[in-house]
Structures are given as structure tokens and as C-alpha cells.
Nanobody, 123 residues
């Protein structure tokens, strides 16, 4: 069972930046895709970004393209989400997730979740 622990959330002003980190336990981290999701109050959880097992293929929701960058360091069992030009509508709890496949796409089957980290963007 993989355990995922997010960090890096907080309060930031609009147009600011944050970097989220997700540390994973286990020796097979480099074998599967990873993703970031978010859930705002009163809304369903949505896919934000994902990347393949080696990091060579990335996927982004249209709402974050050009502003967010997902990356991973397999030597450190960690996946990152660099968030720039933040907007108030980016306010949500952000979750790291492990995919059962190697893709980490928005439609991939995710079967492991972190506890979430709050991101609040003030206007």
C-alpha cells in the first residue's frame, strides 16, 4: 500500500506562486503515473495535472495550462506541482494521487490518495 503525503499549501495573493510536494512511500514509485486533483467547496473533485511514470508525458486541465507545471523526482519518490499566476478560482484542497497505470492521465484509474493540502488564493 503506497502512502502519499502532500505539503506546500497555504495562503497566497492572486498572481502569486506556490509549489506543492507529494512524498510517496514504497519502492515502486517509478512504476506508475501520478496526478494532482483538487476539490473546491461545493464542487466535485477535478483533475488538475498528471504525468507518466518517467515524467516524459504530462497532462493538464485547460484551466491550468501555461500556469501549472507537474514534475517528479523518482530518486526522491516525490512529485511536485509548481503553481504560478494563481487565481482566486484555484482555491481548493489539492490531492496527490497514484495511478494504477503508467500514464497518469486524467482518465487513468487512480487508486491511492493523499490527505490533501489547502491552497487559498486571495484577491
Amino acid at each position: 500500500q503506497v502512502q502519499l503525503v502532500e505539503s506546500g499549501g497555504g495562503l497566497v495573493q492572486a498572481a502569486g506562486s506556490l509549489r506543492l510536494s507529494c512524498a510517496a512511500s514504497g519502492r515502486t514509485f517509478s512504476s506508475y503515473g501520478m496526478g494532482w486533483f483538487r476539490q473546491a467547496p461545493g464542487k466535485e473533485r477535478e483533475f488538475v495535472a498528471g504525468l507518466s511514470w518517467g515524467g516524459g508525458v504530462t497532462y493538464y486541465a485547460d484551466s491550468v495550462k501555461g500556469r501549472f507545471t507537474i514534475s517528479r523526482d523518482n530518486a526522491k519518490n516525490t512529485v511536485y506541482l509548481q503553481m504560478n499566476s494563481l487565481k482566486p478560482e484555484d482555491t481548493a484542497v489539492y490531492y496527490c494521487a497514484k495511478s494504477r497505470d503508467r500514464l497518469g492521465a486524467g482518465t487513468s484509474p487512480y487508486d491511492g490518495w493523499g490527505q490533501g493540502t489547502q491552497v487559498t488564493v486571495s484577491s
